[in-house]
């Protein structure tokens, strides 16, 4: 009880002491804010677009390709080999009997971000009537749905808040030809709301894929069906597509990208931790200086050396700790959110909400109390070991 007493007045006289050295404790507490704000500024980027991507698409449609294709956009598909895949069992039927399914083009297109004006690629997809049907989520949330056979698009709204030129009623130039807005769409933030959609025969005309497209998409009467569904194309010579649920596509781009965000963050806010780091040894070793003569008198007293050792710690651990939490709140209030765009698939832009989960939030507190342990081990380690006599000359 008695040495926990004394680690106690240790700890409350160091922290009220910390007014004296206000400059120098200021700039650990930034410099410690600073590296868990740049760590979480990524991390919330990572964690936004892999649940842009995790929330995109359903298990109970199929999604096919080309064999050996991974992305929309290196696949190709006949029209020989979409009407083939069409009697395949295990799919949900129209009232006429037909399957309830869409044949699309994937292509890649130039737009100017309203930020920056500067040019990305951003996708165009061809799609047939039943398209809206196979997505989950769609809605029309302003104009009217695209007029086969025509020049009408029909845009994300995702899209619209980060990419100039498509707002409703526009004309955006698009290869060379003229298109009109006609309406905009919401999916419940899925990677969908990132694109454009536009007739298929039309997109197929003016990029010059004849009756090509990319993907079929499918709704399947339950998630069990797929297997049998990869089975029919498998035993189909003329088939030879690859079958996927769409959730555990869209779940499979997201991987890679996300993995490089985390990859360009962990090892930045490292490199700014070993900053962070210099600035926290100078600060304890200052304090632990100027404080010599009062931890000799406490020593005097009778009050031990692993007293001093824990006061010191912790003081540098409040410091930490006060740096990583308002790290935490500036990123939260400045980022959480905030709409930007990445490369996802094929090179296009995917727009996604940065998003600051609390796991995230204890990361950026773990690096901040990891950065205060180190920071104040040595300096801790010199008031415990500080000899009295050496204390009131230094004094």
């Known amino acids: 009880m008695r040495i926990l007493n004394q680690i106690i007045a240790v700890c409350t006289i160091n922290l009220k002491s910390l007014p004296q050295r206000f400059w120098l404790s200021l700039s650990t507490v930034m410099a410690v804010a600073l590296v868990v704000g740049v760590l979480l500024a990524f991390l919330a980027m990572a964690a936004g ?207 890679g990208t996300v993995k490089l965000i985390q990859y360009a963050g962990w090892p930045l806010s490292i490199a700014m931790a070993v900053g962070a780091l210099a600035g926290a040894l100078n600060t304890m070793y200052s304090s632990v200086a100027s404080r010599s003569r009062e931890i000799a008198t406490l020593r005097c007293l009778g009050f031990g050396g692993f007293p001093a050792f824990v006061g010191t710690l912790v003081e540098s651990l409040a410091l930490s700790l006060i740096g990583g939490l308002l790290g935490t709140l500036v990123v939260w209030l400045l980022f959480d959110g905030f709409t930007t765009s990445t490369l996802g698939q094929g090179f296009t832009q995917i727009v996604f909400s940065l998003s600051l989960t609390p796991a995230l939030m204890v990361q950026g507190v773990v690096l901040a109390l990891a950065v205060g342990l180190i920071g104040g081990f040595f300096p801790a380690l010199r008031a415990a070991r500080l000899p009295i006599v050496a204390a009131y000359a230094q004094g």
């Open 49 to 255: 677009f892999q649940q842009t991507l995790n929330g995109t698409g359903s298990a109970n449609v199929a999604l096919l390709l080309r064999d050996g294709s991974q992305q929309e956009v290196n696949s190709t598909i006949t029209l020989e080999q979409t009407r083939l895949i069409a009697e395949a069992p295990g799919l949900v039927r129209k009232p006429d009997g037909s399957a309830l399914m869409s044949a699309e083009l994937y292509v890649i297109v130039d737009a100017v971000k309203r930020a920056s004006g500067m040019k990305s690629n951003i996708p165009l997809r061809g799609v047939g009537q039943d398209a809206p049907a196979l997505r989950d989520g769609f809605t029309l949330v302003a104009g009217r749905m695209l007029q086969p056979g025509s020049n009408e698009i029909i845009v994300g709204q995702a899209l619209t808040k980060e990419f100039a030129g498509f707002d409703l009623g526009q004309e955006p130039r698009i290869g060379g030809v003229t298109w009109k807005v006609v309406g905009v769409f919401a999916m419940q933030g899925s990677v969908f709301e990132s694109e454009l959609w536009a007739d298929l025969p039309v997109v197929q005309g003016l990029f010059r894929r004849g009756s090509i497209t990319q993907t079929v998409r499918l709704r399947l009467t339950g998630a069990d069906a797929l297997a049998g569904l990869q089975r029919y194309s498998d035993d189909e010579p003329r088939l030879k597509l690859k079958a996927f649920s769409e959730k555990e596509y869209f779940a499979g781009q997201s991987s």
